[in-house]
C-alpha cells in the first residue's frame, strides 16, 4: 500500500503564496497520475491540478493561471505552487495518486485564506 505524505498548508491572506508538497511512500512506476483534490466545507470535492506520468497536467478551472503543478525527478514527489490565493481556495487538499484502477489518497492538510 502507498502511502502519500503531505507537507504544507496553513493560513495565508488572501493575494499570497503558498506551496504544498506530497511524497510517495514507495517508487512509483507504469501509467499513473498524480496531484491534487481539495473539499471546502459543503462543498463536493473538486480537482485542483493533476499531472500525468508523461508529464501533461490538467488543472481545475477555478485556478487556472494562479496554480502550478509540477514533481521531483524521481517522479515520486508533486509540488503545488499556489499564487494569488483567493478566500475561496480555502478547503482541505487531498494528494491523489491513481495508479491502473487503484487510488491512494492523503490524510489531507487545510488551507485557510483569510485576512
Known amino acids: 500500500q502507498v502511502q502519500l505524505v503531505e507537507s504544507g498548508g496553513g493560513l495565508v491572506q488572501p493575494g499570497g503564496f503558498m506551496r504544498l508538497s506530497c511524497a510517495a511512500s514507495?517508487?512509483?512506476?507504469?501509467?499513473?497520475?498524480m496531484g491534487w483534490y481539495r473539499q471546502a466545507p459543503g462543498k463536493e470535492r473538486e480537482l485542483v491540478a493533476i499531472?500525468?506520468?508523461?508529464?501533461?497536467?490538467n488543472y481545475g478551472d477555478s485556478v487556472k493561471g494562479r496554480f502550478t503543478i509540477s514533481r521531483n525527478g524521481a517522479k515520486n514527489t508533486v509540488f503545488l505552487q499556489m499564487d494569488s490565493l483567493k478566500p475561496e481556495d480555502t478547503a482541505v487538499y487531498y494528494c491523489?495518486?491513481?495508479?491502473?484502477?487503484?487510488?491512494?489518497w492523503g490524510q489531507g492538510t487545510q488551507v485557510t485564506v483569510s485576512s
Open positions: 491523489y495518486l491513481g495508479i491502473g484502477a487503484s487510488a491512494h
Open positions: 499531472i500525468i506520468n508523461g508529464g501533461s497536467t
Open positions: 514507495a517508487s512509483i512506476v507504469g501509467i499513473y497520475r
